[in-house]
């Protein structure tokens, strides 16, 4: 079964620090994407970062960056310089190339405290 | 305006009674997406169709069924809703390759079964 693992169910820093989000993922797939998402208190899914797996670049996206190990099937999500408005539950997704179904992880709580 | 919308934003409804939410979008895209999330799950698949004639269970189809009414239609139906179906529902959308594996996703309706 193909799984996505978020071991970090809540997290908190104070604004302005960097905080990293941890993710893990099981698949025997080689091509896939894998994404992180951004769901504030307003509920709305919203796309944070992408990344091809095939690439071995780390995708960036202004204050926000991932630290991709593909043989240890690790998608870590690092957010530089956290604000008031990055507080969120970010979740961690992961899509095969052979059917084009998002896999979730359970998602983690950030707390960014003034 | 956004590019995909639901409608209601917020349902509340007895057990017994037939639900429909309705998604529509703007964004031109092939691909539709019914979930759900519950607290403390990611979201979960329901149903989705890759084109007006294509319609495709997901993980937890049981007890929902759609209707694609057009390309930028697509409809959530609850036959006889239970207390179990509350959740936020979102709908989301993606394209054709070779873009297909980024979802972008309406803001979600809140449905609470009585």
């Known amino acids: 079964a193909q799984t996505v693992t978020q071991s970090q169910p809540e997290m908190s820093v104070q604004e302005a620090e960097t905080v990293t989000l941890s993710c893990t993922y099981d698949?025997?797939?080689?091509?896939?994407?894998l994404f992180w998402y951004k769901q504030p208190p307003s509920r709305q899914m919203i796309l944070v970062i992408r990344q091809e797996a095939y690439k071995q670049q780390n995708a960036t996206e202004n204050r926000f960056s991932v630290n991709f190990q593909k043989a240890a099937k690790s998608f870590s999500l690092k957010i530089s310089d956290s604000q008031l408005g990055d507080t969120a539950m970010y979740f961690c997704a992961f899509i095969p190339d052979s059917n084009y179904q998002l896999i979730w992880g359970a998602g983690t709580k950030l707390i960014i405290k003034p | 305006d956004a590019d995909v919308t639901q409608t209601p934003r917020n349902r509340i409804t007895k057990t017994g009674k037939r639900i429909m939410l309705e998604c529509s979008q703007t964004k031109g895209h092939d691909r539709m997406y019914w979930y759900r999330q519950d607290p403390g799950l990611g979201l979960r698949l329901i149903y989705y169709?890759?084109?007006?004639?294509?319609?495709n269970k997901g993980e937890i189809s049981d007890g929902y069924s759609v209707s694609r009414q057009a390309q930028a239609k697509f409809s959530l139906s609850l036959e006889s809703a239970i207390p179990n179906q509350t959740a936020l529902y979102f709908c989301?959308?993606?394209?054709?390759?070779?873009?297909?594996?980024?979802?972008?996703f309406g803001p979600g309706t809140r449905l609470t079964v009585l």
């Open positions: 698949t025997s797939e080689n091509n896939y994407y």
């Open positions: 169709s890759f084109d007006v004639k294509d319609i």
């Open positions: 989301a959308t993606s394209d054709l390759a070779p873009n297909t594996d980024t979802q972008y």
